[in-house]
Each structure stands twice: as structure tokens, then as C-alpha cells.
């Protein structure tokens, strides 16, 4: 089930977006969005998704604690006392409200109201709301929020729209909107790293797997900046021929974003490393570190980093991909190109920075 858990905190993610996406679209006049067309019954099953496949690590939990199986003793306390029962709890509450809201065609902001408590319960549910409740639980539930509504209006506009009338008008208020949502969640994210990884640790902690998924999500935040660039260029763009149609790139966009959710499911599915030297003990190193360096590591350690040549160059190729990613806009090259030249900058920047720890 471990193996599973990362790819259910995944799709639970795009569920939230999709409806966090649909939410926010609705308080935007229909003269500054393309016509999205989204039918109920989805919406509905988005809901239901969600409440099924957030109670897997709940699930987890009981199977670890409980000798007796789902229907237990054990399995009411861990629903009534623990952070992740208590969360699944409240969260699938209000997520049916939120599906008898949708079912009846309700009020948006009824909808808005419940989808943001559901958000809430899943920073309850947070490895940072568990360390220090409150910080925790808000600065979690403001980055999700955030995310979830920049992937969920990439998603429905990008995916479901059925014109492209609008996008002038479109990108004249979501160009700025990003901005403010990457800031956010480059704040958020800075702010929640400091939960579960000191400052002194953090490049230490790249030789446990936390450390690793956390460095591929600061690598893979790159490509979103570059990408924030771009839908700036777009706005001009527009701007200047109404007949140019960015669909293409807010769909790369969105694939770029979704790469970020896909490493942030599997993040929160990992223990965090609060002494890392306890970690590696406890945990082992990352599968492929020790592959990678071509030696073993035993606590205690210190990292430390030394740029060879080797490493120095796939750094540089690593952002020689970024301008590249940039260039395909301006040379009008697909935007599937532009999504590769995004990863080949996180696999290249990762292997330097690597091939560039020496552990002593």
C-alpha cells in the first residue's frame, strides 16, 4: 500500500484542483474566461473521489496499529484521536456538503466555503500542522489552496475550454494572478520547509529520500518561473494578434505544474528528517544515492559540496535548458518541447548538484 499511497495523494491532488478550479471560475465574468464546460455529474465523482482516496493513509495507519482489521477498537481511536483520522473525518464532512451544494446547483460561495474547510482538514492532516498545530496547519492549507487554484484554472481553461474568444481578456487578469500565486507558494513552501528540515540540514538531508524528493521539487519550481515568464510574453502576445491562441502553452503550463503535484504527493508520504543522522540510521539512505556517489554512507556524516568540472557543466546545460525552454516560445517550437526542456533542466541540474556532494 506504501507504493500506492504517492500515486492516490497524487490524483486526490488533481481532484481538489479540478474543483478548486471550477469554484474560482465561476466568480469571473464570462466575458473575461473562455467557455468551460464542465458537466455535474464529474463535479460529483471529483467529490466522491477525494473522500475515497483520502482515507488510504488512514487506512494505513489502522492496518499498521490494528491487529484486528477495519472494524475494531483501535480503528474508532484512530479515526477519533489521531491527526489523519480526525482530518479524513472533517474533510469528508464537508465534502458531502459540498457534493449535495453541487448536486442542487447551489450557491458558489456555499461551494467555496466548503471546498476551502476541505482544504483546511487536509493542512490538519500536514506533517507541519502535527509539529507546531496552527503555523502548520495555515501555512500548509495556504500553499495547497494555492497550487490547487493555479493548476485547477490551468485545468479547466488549458483542457475543457470550447473557444478562444477570451484570451486577452483571460490572461489581462491570470498573467498577474500567477504571479502572485508562484510568490505565494515559493513563500508557503520556504515556510514549510523549515518544519521538517533545519537550514544547516538541508543539504545534508540530501542523502535520504526526503532530502532527495524535496531538492527535485525546489529544481522542478524552476520551470514553473520560466513558464510564469512565458505567460507574460502571451499576454503581449495576445495583445498584439487577437488571433494567436496560447492553448498549447497553458497546457504545457499545466503538465510543468503537474510534475510539482506529482513530487508533492510523493513528499508527503515520506517520514521528515528532523535529525537527519537519525534518519539515515533509522531509514537508510536514498535508494539511488549511494549508486550515484559510488560509495557507501553511514551516520555520522557531514556533506559538503565540491563543483568539478563534471558537475559544473550539467549545472550549466542544466540551465542552458532553461533558456532553451524560454526560446521555443519566441521560435513558436512545440510546447511539448518546451515541457522536455523543463524536465531535462531538473534531471541535468539534479545530477550536478549530485555529482557534486563529497560526504565526509
Not at 161 to 169: A, G, P, Q, T
Not at 215 to 222: A, D, E, V
Not at 231 to 258: C, S
Not at 280 to 304: M, S
Request: no cysteine.
Amino acid at each position: 500500500m506504501s507504493q500506492l499511497i504517492p500515486v492516490t495523494e497524487y490524483v486526490s491532488y488533481m481532484l481538489y484542483s479540478f474543483l478548486v478550479g471550477h469554484v474560482v471560475l465561476q466568480f469571473v465574468p464570462q466575458t473575461h474566461k473562455p467557455i468551460v464546460t464542465v458537466k455535474k455529474q464529474s463535479l460529483l465523482l471529483a467529490v466522491l473521489g477525494i473522500i475515497i482516496l483520502t482515507f488510504l493513509p488512514v487506512l494505513q495507519v489502522i492496518l499498521f496499529f490494528s491487529p484486528d482489521g477495519l472494524i475494531s477498537l483501535t480503528s474508532y481511536s484512530i479515526l477519533t484521536e489521531f491527526q489523519v483520522g480526525i482530518a479524513w473525518l472533517y474533510g469528508s464532512f464537508f465534502a458531502v456538503l459540498l457534493w449535495m451544494t453541487i448536486y442542487v446547483e447551489g450557491s458558489k460561495y456555499i461551494q467555496a466555503l466548503f471546498l476551502l474547510l476541505m482544504i483546511f482538514s487536509v493542512g490538519y492532516a500536514s506533517h507541519s500542522s502535527t509539529l507546531n498545530l496552527w503555523p502548520g496547519l495555515f501555512s500548509h492549507a495556504i500553499h495547497f489552496l494555492v497550487i490547487t487554484m493555479w493548476v485547477g484554472v490551468l485545468l479547466h481553461v488549458g483542457w475543457l475550454s470550447k473557444d478562444s474568444n477570451d484570451w486577452r481578456l483571460f490572461l489581462k487578469w491570470f498573467t498577474p494572478l500567477s504571479i502572485i500565486l508562484f510568490l505565494t507558494v515559493t513563500i508557503t513552501g520556504i515556510f514549510l520547509m523549515f518544519f521538517v528540515v533545519e537550514p544547516r540540514d538541508y543539504v545534508n538531508s540530501w542523502v535520504i529520500t526526503y532530502g532527495q524528493v524535496l531538492l527535485l521539487k525546489h529544481l522542478s519550481i524552476i520551470p514553473i518561473l520560466a513558464f510564469a515568464l512565458i505567460n507574460g510574453f502571451l499576454a503581449r502576445k495576445v495583445k498584439a494578434n487577437n488571433q494567436f491562441n496560447p492553448i498549447k502553452w497553458v497546457q504545457a503550463e499545466t503538465m510543468i505544474l503537474m510534475v510539482v503535484f506529482f513530487i508533492t504527493g510523493v513528499l508527503g508520504t515520506l517520514p521528515p528528517p528532523h535529525q537527519v543522522n537519525a534518519t539515515l540510521i533509522q531509514e537508510g539512505p536514498a535508494p539511488w544515492i549511494e549508486f550515484l556517489l559510488g560509495q557507501n554512507i553511514t551516520a555520522p556524516f557531514i556533506v559538503q559540496l565540491s563543483f568539478h568540472l563534471n558537475a559544473v557543466l550539467l549545472v550549466i546545460i542544466g540551465l542552458l535548458f532553461i533558456g532553451l525552454l524560454i526560446i521555443s516560445f519566441y521560435k513558436k517550437i512545440s510546447p511539448i518541447l518546451a515541457v522536455g526542456f523543463g524536465i531535462a533542466f531538473i534531471i541535468s541540474t539534479y545530477l550536478g548538484l549530485m555529482f557534486s556532494i563529497v560526504i565526509k
